[in-house]
């Protein structure tokens, strides 16, 4: 359900599976989520009760699958997965809440875009575990009102903005997940370096890490990428020069952006003198889509300082002047 434009190293995809923690006590960083969670697990588990509805909100790749595969394994019930897209009526939500077993998880991700009457469809399914459905058609059709297994939803959401009230308010622990720090996403690097059977040199996993904007998805395509290089033009053990070189073969910077990254901050410096400028006239420039450049590449941008958000628009600061400019220069010269 992504945008094209960007479907590189954000979006969801089958490689991300086989790197993926199996349950919440493989997984690294996001401590004071994980105490929560326990917290929440063991009191249902206690009270042999269903596990209440939990959102998690945050930019892509930074772990909500993740948590919302782990929890059902770790509880030992069934799982089903959905996203807000594929939910175009009321009757799409139908299946997934008549073959929920009791206590089992039900994951919907990208839940802000739901449209308003499955929305709405869900609210007494979440609260009461109750549904109309609809029986028969035209003149003869009927609806009875269906009792359905206490079952949990998760939701996942990268605009937790974007969500109503109602809804929002329908889920007792709701979740912020924020970016990984450089020493977490070099212990990600390392194990999955083992996974992956590549060995590795420890300051090439922390080089690593720190270029990859916070972001575990985009740290284990870093990594995949790196071992292919090594495999291709050395022995295949990650050295620092060696992730230094395959990083630079896909311009991916000091600071860990990538062209798309620069792009923007070069568009708000080019054409819109710095700024602000409005994401719409952003993105149109880019000819990106302003939904896909405010999940995907913004945040970390907002987050390293590189882009401030103002009444008026975006605006880049000094640092990404800088940093743009050194790029540029650093081009011209190679
Ligand atoms: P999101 O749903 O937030 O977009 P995912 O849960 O799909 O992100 O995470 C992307 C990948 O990053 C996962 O497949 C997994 O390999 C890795 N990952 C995410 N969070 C963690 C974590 N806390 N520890 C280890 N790996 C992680």
Redesign the pocket.
Known sequence: GREAILQGE?S?NEE??S???QSIS?????LEVRERLKVVVDAAVKRDEPLGHIL?D????????????CIPKDLGVNFQLTSGPALQAPKDLVPYLTNADEKSILFI?EIHRLPKAVEEYLYTAMEDFRIDIVLGEGTNARTINLQIKPFTLIG?T?RSGMLTAPLRDRFPLREH?DF?THE?LAE?IR??SRKLDVTIDDDASLEISKRSRG???V??NRLRWIRDYVTSKADGHITLQLAQDAMAMQEIDSLGLDNQDRKYLNTIIRVFAGGPAGIEAIAHTMNAAPETLADEVEPFLLRSELLVRTPRGRMVTTKSVEHIQKMIAAKSKG
């Open positions: 954000n969801p991300d599976k790197l993926r923690p493989e997984m690294v960083g996001q998690f945050g930019p892509p790749g930074l772990g909500k699958t993740t948590f919302a595969t991700d996942a990268t997940l990984y977490e990600i194990r999955n972001t575990p998805r740290a284990n």
